[in-house]
């Protein structure tokens, strides 16, 4: 792949989620935040040439652990450790090279790697302030935009729609049941769609932990929904996002099962 084509997706994430980080320099200053992108991006890079060099005895362009490390800088809060950086980046480059399940001839690894890195890190007790930042949604006109251009090449419009009815039809309920009030969620269902643009359009779709069809796509997006509402009610999690994405990524072997046609299974069982 040439990494400096400007029409694939993943040069592409890499220049919106880039555009984010020089935002966040505005809002933040630039030295505390290039340093975190910059180690996030440096150990996760550099961890994943190891590891693919050890195993093929060649280089690749790691455009992947690129955009591990940028989405974990855009995640973790902008004071975090340094060390709790790194270990994020670490824990996503191992988990996607060593978490794998084989689907449809290929392998594919089974969490999201920027949700596992910071997930982990948001379990140590020293670093669990860190990992609710989402500083990624600080400008959300300009996240709408970007993010709605990814979606719009990816065509995953749909399935981030679904994902976001779903998730205020849940809320919903939960405010009646609690509140009895529609107005309360009203007020609350706003500024709840606006702080997960970036974990929608940037987290939610990630190509290799997604399911392999489009009806499977629309399942994951209800899931993930179910799942974060589920853990709305789980407090002690320092990341309940990342948490929800990552309880979700476990059903997609089952949900491609379900969601492929059977005659599709055979003829990738008769080819193997």
Known sequence: MNFFNLHNIKTQAIIV????????AIQFGPVPTILQAVV?????????????YAKNRRFFPATSAI???????LVLSIDSSLVAVALASVIAILSKNFLRFESFGKKRHILNPSAAGI???SLVPAFKLYANGWWGDLYPY????????????QRRISQVVIFIISLAFLTLIGFV??????????????????????FSSIMLIEPQTNPLSHQGRIIFAVVCAAAIFISGFMPFLAAPLVFALLLS???????NQISIPKTALNVTKTTD
Do not use: N
């Not at 996030?40 to 693919?52: H, K, M, N, R, S």
């Open 40 to 52: 996030a991006v440096g150990v996760a890079v550099g961890l994943d040439l190891a590891i693919f």
């Open 17 to 24: 989620l880039t555009i984010l980080i020089l935002a966040g």
């Open 119 to 121: 997930f982990a890190v």
């Open 249 to 255: 990524d476990l059903t997609v072997p089952w949900i």
């Open 67 to 73: 955009i591990t490390g940028l989405i974990i800088s």
């Open 177 to 198: 049941i609690q509140y009895h009030s529609i107005d309360l969620w009203s007020a609350y269902i706003g500024g709840l769609v606006l702080s997960l643009l970036f």
């Open 142 to 153: 300009l996240m709408l935009a970007l993010g709605g251009y990814i979606l719009w090449k």
